[in-house]
């Protein structure tokens, strides 16, 4: 149920971290991996050793938050490989750090934009042509910080909240094309993305001492979460946020 052979994959933000730990592990299992990032510079590293561990890559750039781009990337997917049969939607801005009395509107905009609408528009590209194929899978990486508060990233926690409603709301409207939608909250996890709350010896001790594994996350934890939702794992599990955080938010 996890041979991807002859499907495609589209991963947004897969330079690095999750996304690319997500599109090594497609690729493992015979998916053609589009990697997809603002720069072509940064995601030849990842083509290159998908490539080189015998797996099929292709780089699209694409600033997901200019929509444009975001066609391009869904256009030039086609003409490669034919059809998508599989989105991630994995690329996520948090330019600020800090309580939201202290943000500005400008930020604010900035990331309901960069991580909703440009999710949002993504799907709207994708999914049409899901359906005429037949069906496909999408799995939007939320987070952990959409279901609870915090003093430090609240802005995006409300934008990771709205993806896991957008999942929902997908789901309900494309089911009945065989197309399932489902949201992905990770805990904290060790990327560089999230290098302001982990590099903090004293935070991670108590994260990791309230977290019932007693670890934070790896990009592979998330990645091996994200392919159940990809594949026939979860032929019957759509609309749903599934949390990976070691057990975190239930301590």
């Not at 998508?84 to 750090?97: G, K």
């Not at 202290?102 to 528009?121: H, P, Q």
């Not at 019932?212 to 599990?237: H, W």
Request: with cysteine.
């Amino acid at each position: 149920m996890i041979d991807l052979t002859g499907k495609t994959a589209i991963v947004t933000g897969s330079s690095r971290g999750i996304g690319r730990a997500i599109a090594e592990l497609f690729a493992r299992c015979g998916a053609n991996v589009v990697v997809s990032s603002r720069s072509e510079e940064a995601c030849t590293p990842v083509v290159e050793a998908i490539s080189a561990a015998g797996g099929e890559a292709l780089a699209i750039p694409c600033h997901i938050g200019k929509k444009d781009q975001l066609q391009s990337l869904v256009d030039k997917t086609i003409a490669a490989y034919g059809q998508i049969d599989m989105l991630v939607c994995n690329a996520a801005i948090n330019p600020v750090y800090g309580p939201m009395q202290d943000l500005s509107d400008e930020a604010f905009d900035k990331i309901m934009g960069t991580n909703v609408r440009s999710t949002f528009n993504l799907c709207n590209m994708v999914l049409p042509g899901m359906a005429q194929n037949g069906g496909g899978t999408v799995v939007i990486l939320s987070s952990i910080a959409g279901i609870r508060g915090s003093l430090t990233i609240g802005a995006y926690g409300i934008s990771k909240a709205a993806e896991a409603a957008l999942a929902r709301n997908l789901a309900l409207e494309w089911g009945p094309k065989n197309i399932r939608v489902n949201a992905l909250a990770p805990g904290l996890i060790k990327t560089d993305f999230a290098k302001a709350l982990w590099e903090d010896k004293e935070r991670l001790d108590r994260i990791e001492q309230r977290t019932p594994l007693r670890r934070i996350g790896a990009p592979e934890d998330i990645a091996g979460t994200a392919l159940f939702l990809a594949t026939d794992l979860s032929a019957y599990v759509t609309g749903q946020t599934i949390v990976a955080d070691g057990g975190e938010t239930i301590s």
